[in-house]
């Protein structure tokens, strides 16, 4: 398994760089952002007991300002455990009028009714975080998804792509479509070659998974274009064109290094995808697949 990761606890998190620049690279109507995380405000929408971090004090207007910049017409919340609740998804999903979809967290008493609910409001799948203790955060893997089948929900990992070495024939064997976070979120010194990456390709190339362009801030290159992180892209574009899709990652919680702006990092695709139709498939029509715009 993959090393141990540390968490920050109580800490609060940087603000993002609210000054959208607008992408150099031309952005195709329909385009999405597929992964985003809403906090807030706690007085309307509180937090948990003892929150892991807190998060900066913006909004969802911040959000919508920063997709009108940078021309990004739908997205995906990815909910997460600070909030007590899925009423600010709920009022998010309702105010897009069908342009946003969010994903849940795994909750194995969750009735066939409340699924259903989200289901009509917008969700389309859940989220599990084996990133930092894979045995405790799958525990219950199998139940959940044996809840959500019905509604064809998919389900989504933040990993290490080192740890599919003994995580891939399990996942393999769910009957679900399986979306990977952040770029398999691997270290850099790792290298494509590792054969837990090359497992990730080789979902990709079967058709066995999906896996989200994200976060590339959270590897170890200091600032964009992250040069090192570049064949990472490369790679797992090249293995699923078809299965590959982009998030910002807003707004970059639990990260203390240089705040990139939005802008920079969607104009990544460039650099990424350099074919403008490539491109269209990765903002436009793998997302429309993925999440039923």
């Keep these: 398994m ?7 606890r109580g800490m609060p998190c940087h603000m993002p760089d609210l000054a959208t620049r607008k992408p150099a690279l031309e952005v195709p109507a329909g385009a999405c952002d597929a992964h985003f995380h809403l906090f807030g405000p706690p007085e309307r929408y509180p937090y948990c007991d003892n929150p892991p971090y807190m998060p900066p004090p913006v909004s ?3 959000y919508r300002r920063m997709l009108g910049v940078l021309g990004i017409e739908r997205a995906v919340i990815v909910h997460t455990t600070l909030s007590r609740s ?6 998010a999903l309702q105010a897009s009028q069908g342009r946003w979809r969010a994903i849940a967290l795994p909750e194995p008493d969750m009735s066939e009714d409340e699924i259903a609910a989200l289901d009509a409001a917008g969700f389309r799948g859940v989220r599990f975080n084996p990133y930092y203790n894979a045995e405790q955060e799958l525990r219950l893997l199998e139940d959940v998804v044996a809840r959500i089948r019905p509604f064809g929900w998919h389900v989504q990992f933040h990993l290490d792509a080192r740890d599919l070495v003994e995580l891939a024939p399990r996942l393999e064997r769910l009957p679900v479509e399986i979306v990977i976070d952040h770029l398999g979120h691997m270290p850099l010194a790792a290298g494509i070659a590792h054969p837990g990456f090359q497992i990730l390709l080789g979902m990709l190339r079967e058709k066995r998974c999906w896996v989200k362009l994200s976060a590339p801030m959270r590897f170890e290159d200091p600032r964009p274009p992250y ?9 797992l574009i090249a293995a699923g064109p078809d299965r590959v899709v982009w998030g910002s990652d807003w707004p970059h919680v639990v990260f203390d290094g240089y705040m990139p702006n939005d802008g920079e990092l969607l104009d990544l695709l460039a650099l990424w995808a350099p074919d403008a139709a490539l491109r269209k498939r990765i903002l436009v029509d793998n997302p429309a697949a993925l999440y039923g715009f």
Excluded: H, R, S
């Design 2 to 8: 993959a090393d141990a990761k540390n968490t920050l």
């Design 60 to 62: 969802v207007e911040d």
């Design 86 to 91: 899925y009423q600010g998804a709920l009022d």
């Design 227 to 235: 040069p090192n992180v570049i064949p990472i892209a490369q790679a």
